[in-house]
């Protein structure tokens, strides 16, 4: 759960680093934004899991409540940085969203 967490935080540090070679600054804050808008709510995600584990009442239920939330916080939090940050580069936003989104799964082909 949480390794899947530092991969995308990896991924979007990675992806942050060229997007500041391509598109300055701002294009590398944009896409620290677009992962970032993706790892806090998987982070709060696995917390949660972790902790109904720990405590013994994990559910089916439970995890497709947490999905939910997961994704409208993922939503909520893009919304929040699309008008909030002035600046915002599109293209390197859209970028460090996916890289994170997918980042176990470049983890999977890279070991493969």
Not at 39 to 54: D, E, G, H, K, T
Not at 81 to 88: E, P
């Amino acid at each position: 759960m949480f390794r899947a967490v530092l991969h995308q935080i990896v991924a979007t540090f990675a992806a942050a680093g060229l997007a500041w070679m391509w598109a300055g600054q701002h294009g590398a804050i944009s896409a620290g934004l677009g992962g970032t808008v993706v790892v806090i709510p998987n982070l709060l995600f696995a917390l949660s899991l972790w902790a109904a584990a720990r405590s013994g009442r994990a559910s089916a239920a439970g995890f497709l409540v947490g999905e939910f939330i997961k994704v409208a916080a993922t939503l909520a939090l893009l919304v929040i940085v699309a008008g909030a940050y002035r600046d915002l580069h599109w293209l390197a936003l859209l970028a460090g969203l996916i890289v994170a989104l997918k980042a176990n799964l470049f983890v999977i082909l890279i070991k493969a």
